[in-house]
């Protein structure tokens, strides 16, 4: 015996549904891979602190938030490599700007990239 009719004794679709029935995801409708990713799973809210309803990430902002980061991390560490070799070479760093102001700028800058990698890495 065939399950319940979804249209009623009638044959026809329902006249009317609620709004909220269609913002409902029926989770044996949705693929495996997809279910975490449904509206029990979204992750808008605040990340340091617990939402009730809301999940962590779900792994769809981790792909940016890991090429960001290695970008991020990347850049400010060889820029202090560079920084460090340049100095213990006494080369200058930046022509023309005195060698404190381009020493600091070049190691402030380097290190922000820095900590904006390991940020960008913590948000995975």
Do not use: K
């Amino acid at each position: 015996m065939p399950g319940p009719d979804p249209y009623g004794a009638r044959g026809a679709a329902p006249a009317y549904r609620h709004p909220a029935d269609a913002a409902r995801v029926n989770p044996r409708a949705v693929h495996a891979e997809f279910a975490p990713m449904t509206h029990r799973g979204v992750s808008l809210g605040s990340r340091s602190r617990a939402v009730p309803g809301i999940e962590r990430g779900t792994g769809m902002e981790s792909g940016p938030a890991i090429f960001a980061g290695a970008a991020f991390a990347l850049f400010g560490a060889a820029l202090l490599l560079w920084t460090g070799a340049r100095v213990m070479h006494r080369a200058p760093v930046a022509h023309g700007v005195s060698p404190a102001t381009s020493i600091t700028l070049a190691t402030l800058t380097g290190v922000s990239f820095l900590v904006l990698g390991v940020w960008c890495f913590g948000r995975i």
